[in-house]
């Protein structure tokens, strides 16, 4: 049997998401498909899935963006084909706040808030704590629920959360959030052994 491919979904794809989120791959080792930013998202979910095959090694981070679009937008589709594929292993999802108030929300675990602080409030796309816990608003997060995933990590927007994250800083928010996932989704372990 082969091995499925660990895969950590990421629900932001502008130039800023993707410039903070290829550094932060570099610097835990891991992959990003930098094809797959976009806003909204371009690729579809069997063309994402390819790609993520061909890449050399774990973590793999993908993006996926709606681009702000009410509902179920591409890039929410390409993301469930993603997280439901049978060669892929999703590690944990982070979900990226935005200013849709739509009823665009989703159930987080836990945010990473700009001061890189863990908290059970959710974030603006500032990464300011808000007033209810475990949930927060976004542009690609309306489908997470649907999915069966081991973490949810929320944050603000990603390499930006008033400079806080910019990626020539090394995007230390984002950072933190994604080795968060990586160590609670036990990925460390695994790859000791």
Request: glycine share 10%; proline share 4%; net charge negative.
């Amino acid at each position: 049997m082969k091995e499925r491919r660990r895969v950590i979904l990421i629900t932001d794809g502008d130039e800023y998401a993707r410039k903070a989120v290829e550094h932060v791959a570099k610097e835990i080792g891991g992959r990003c498909i930098s094809m797959s930013h976009g806003n909204p998202t371009v690729l579809k979910g069997p063309q994402i899935v390819e790609l993520i095959k061909k890449s050399p090694y774990d973590p793999v981070l993908v993006m996926f963006d709606d681009s702000g679009f009410v509902g179920e937008g591409a890039g929410e589709t390409a993301l469930k084909y993603v997280a439901r594929h049978s060669d892929i292993k999703v590690l944990g999802v982070l979900a990226v706040a935005s200013k849709t108030k739509q009823a665009e929300w989703t159930k987080v675990d836990v945010c990473v808030d700009r001061y890189g602080e863990l908290t059970p409030y959710g974030v603006d796309k500032y990464g300011e704590p808000e007033l209810e816990i475990g949930k927060m608003n976004g542009d690609t997060v309306y489908c997470i629920d649907e999915l069966d995933v081991p973490i949810v990590v929320g944050i603000g927007d990603i390499g930006k959360m008033a400079r806080k994250d910019h990626y020539k800083i090394g995007s230390p928010i984002t950072k933190q959030a994604i080795e968060l996932i990586l160590e609670r989704s036990g990925f460390y372990e695994s790859n000791s052994e």
